[in-house]
């Protein structure tokens, strides 16, 4: 590299992608040696590996097309500011961290500039409008893939793309399940019920209510079971409040580096779908699944054509039902309850959705080296490439 420290220009617009970024840039560092300079939008992770962040990133962090309509002069004027700056300032390289609705418009409005683009997580463009696909290779430069199935899929499309391992791998298996209960006076008689509503806050208002009448239900039947809350830094206050009169014990779980040990804790959990989902399951908990979007866009999105079958990474993964989806208007607070009841009470459910696991773990592949690692020698590559 022409540089002696390369500057690298990152946005995360979500605590997902923050994560994401935060391993990232810790990785970049490690290989380096620390001679590397960082600038960019991000949260805490990112912000705790020394990233200035150019505003707020939770002015970002909104889902569904509902949720992004009425915020949507103010996320043009941030992606005008984005790409304004990163042209002013010429970094090496730029790599936009999922938030697709909004990286990749500022993306776009780098075209021409010269300065290449690295996208870290690909759009489900797979599952839906797999045009998309085409239009993301117009945009950015390559895609690193934490699925593997994604590498042929784009690569069809005419986007480079690597697979560099789905961060799940190197987090959610390094979970101590005895030390988080020792922290939190949990004896292993008493039971642990992980609720995960979201990162958003409008998952978390949609979410929350469902599974505070779902606990309500089992707190009936099962008096042992104390809640665990992984809870995103944006929605703890939400979270707190309406959480703090459930009629179980619930400890929310603030500490991002706590959440693995949390879920290495946990018997059982109800979650919304997403990412939490296979790290649930690379920890090996048994869960039911829910999610629920505003009837707008469930409107909208019931009209476009959907090439799978599941929503969730660990049934799409396994190719098969290993957890129950109760989607929209099945994702009632009965049927979450039913579903999480039936895993709390038999185990041979419980064996049968961890043999489901293994087959995910087995897909996914090796954890050595982890995927952060992957990512940064991937950006590193790219930046020599283009200056040699």
């Given amino acids: 590299m022409s540089r002696r ?46 990233l200035k962040s150019l ?29 304004a700056t990163i042209r002013e300032m010429r970094p090496d390289i730029v790599v936009t961290v999922d938030a697709p609705s ?35 290779g117009k945009r950015v430069d390559h895609l690193m893939a934490l699925l593997p199935f994604e590498v042929p899929f784009f690569a069809e499309h005419g986007l480079p793309t690597t697979y560099v391992g789905h961060p799940a791998i190197e987090s959610a298996l390094a979970g101590d399940g005895k030390s ?9 008689t008493r039971r642990i019920l992980c ?70 804790a946990s018997d059982v959990a109800m979650a919304k779908s997403g990412t939490v989902t296979l790290e649930l399951g ?10 629920k979007v505003s009837a707008l866009t469930a409107f909208i999105v019931r009209r476009m054509p959907i090439a799978v079958k599941y929503a969730s990474l660990v049934n799409l993964l396994a190719d098969r039902d290993v957890v129950p989806e109760l989607i929209q208007e099945a994702c009632t607070p009965e049927a979450v309850a039913d579903a999480v009841g039936h895993l709390l009470g038999s185990a041979e459910a419980r064996a049968a959705q961890q043999e489901g696991f293994e087959e995910v773990l087995h897909v996914l592949g090796d954890a050595d080296p982890p995927p952060s690692r992957r990512a940064a020698q991937l950006v590193l590559d790219l930046i020599g490439t283009r200056e040699t």
């Fill in 180 to 188: 988080f209960r020792k922290a939190h006076a949990s004896p292993m």
């Fill in 195 to 264: 609720v995960v509503p979201g990162s958003r806050t409008s998952e978390v208002r949609r979410m929350l209510p469902v599974f505070a009448e779902a606990v309500g239900r089992l707190s009936e039947r099962y008096r042992d079971l104390q809640i665990v809350i992984p809870v995103a830094p944006n929605v703890a206050d939400l979270v707190e409040a309406q959480t703090k009169d459930w009629p179980l014990p619930v400890v929310r779980v603030t500490d991002p580096a706590e959440r693995f040990h949390a879920f290495a």
């Fill in 282 to 291: 690379l920890a090996r908990v048994p869960m039911a699944v829910g999610y």
């Fill in 5 to 50: 420290e390369p500057l690298i220009f990152i946005i995360a617009g979500e605590p997902s992608g923050d994560n994401l970024a935060g391993r990232l840039i810790g990785a970049l560092r490690e290989l380096t040696d620390g001679r590397i300079r960082i600038a960019g939008i991000g949260g805490p992770q990112s912000e705790a590996q020394g």
């Fill in 55 to 83: 505003f707020p990133m939770r002015e970002l962090a909104l889902i569904g097309i509902a949720e992004v309509l009425p915020h949507l002069p103010r996320l043009v004027k941030r992606i005008n500011q984005t790409a």
């Fill in 102 to 136: 909004f990286t990749l418009r500022v993306a776009n409005k780098l075209r021409g500039s010269g300065i290449p683009i690295v996208h870290y997580v690909a759009p489900q463009a797979w599952a839906w409008r797999a045009g998309r696909a085409k239009t993301l």
